[in-house]
Nanobody, 125 residues
Framework: VQLQASGGGLAQAGGSLRLSCAAS????????MSWFRQAPGKEREFVAG????????HYADSVKDRFTISRDNDKSTVYLQMSALKAEDTATYYC???????????????????WGRGTLVTVSS
């Protein structure tokens, strides 16, 4: 599976952006998907995850109630709708796929099988 993230750019604080991650290859619907981000000088952190069928989602506390992860298995695409953006949301965002358990994502213990190249989000205050 190859993953390609897009949709990053410059946004003002309080604004919105939607990121997309398109997957190529077979069996996208088998994979749980997550978004991560890495700000300059900081470690990569989990942002949001979604079950393979889209039935369950999980968010980092820092983005809960502001970001929404969703997926369209017919289009082999996962989305991250970001609203009420803050300067601290500035980072490169990555999507990742795992054939493992969604519960492991929630526990923060999941090892991911595939990673996409990042897309840069810059939020100006």
């Amino acid at each position: 599976v190859q993953l390609q993230a897009s949709g990053g750019g410059l946004a003002q604080a309080g604004g919105s952006l939607r990121l997309s991650c398109a997957a190529s290859g077979r069996s996208f619907s088998r994979y749980a998907m997550s978004w991560f981000r890495q700000a300059p000088g900081k470690e990569r952190e989990f942002v949001a995850g979604i079950h393979s069928a889209g039935e369950m989602t999980h968010y980092a506390d820092s983005v809960k109630d502001r970001f929404t992860i969703s997926r369209d298995n017919d289009k082999s695409t996962v989305y991250l709708q970001m609203s009420a953006l803050k300067a601290e949301d500035t980072a490169t965002y990555y999507c990742a796929a795992t054939a493992g358990s969604f519960l492991s994502i929630v526990a923060g213990k999941q090892v991911y099988d595939f990673w996409g190249r990042g897309t840069l989000v810059t939020v100006s205050s």
